[in-house]
């Protein structure tokens, strides 16, 4: 599911209804899912559609609680239920199928990088993003119009397509620095 990012007269990002269609065509009968989990359906529309490594997350229980059942859970309905995270995203229906047979409530979380081919800017109004978001564009331009879907913080995920060759260092990641021996002379 993608949603636009358009600016209201507030400057805030709003979703789109019109550019929801991608889920709702999705037809589950042809993929053999038609009972199956939404959360489960759109994992295997993304893998199947959009080449996108998917990977099953815990999820907010009816109390509010992540599933996991830890008390003092540091991220709630964002870690992964498999052993390795985003290490294990697949793009194979069944290991897909499989996982939400599982765990029917899965959330569902997208490896992003050279998995996917794709990145994204995460602009969490919570931690000051719009406004750092805000000085990057006065810096730099506009974004360019691409796939941004609003998050349930108040931010949004804004996609972009990595090209080959191409992968992106962060502040949830490293880097091996010089001097490391690894220089072809």
């Given amino acids: ?75 709630p309905a964002k870690h992964p239920l498999t052993p390795h995270g985003c290490l294990d995203a697949s793009l194979d229906a069944g290991v897909i199928r499989g996982w939400w047979r599982s765990w029917p409530n899965a959330n569902l979380a997208i490896a992003t990088g050279a998995r996917s081919g794709i990145a994204v800017l995460d602009v969490d109004p919570r931690h000051s993003g719009d406004e750092g978001l805000a000085a990057l564009e006065t810096e730099h331009g506009r974004l360019p119009d691409t796939p941004t879907v609003l998050t349930g913080g108040g931010g949004a995920h804004v ?27």
């Avoid at 972009?160 to 220089?183: E, R, Y």
């Fill in 1 to 75: 599911m993608t949603i636009r990012r358009a600016e209201s007269k507030r400057g805030q990002m709003q979703h789109n209804d019109t550019v929801l269609a991608p889920i709702g065509q999705f037809n589950p009968r042809s993929q053999g899912v038609s009972n199956f989990p939404l959360k489960g359906r759109a994992a295997l529309l993304y893998a199947s559609r959009f080449h996108l490594a998917v990977f099953p997350t815990h999820w907010r229980d009816r109390s509010g609680k992540c599933s996991c059942r830890h008390g003092d859970c540091a991220s």
């Fill in 159 to 185: 996609y972009f397509a990595l090209p080959t060759g191409v992968d992106i260092h962060n502040s949830s990641g490293a880097l091996v620095s010089c001097p490391n021996g690894s220089f072809n002379k």
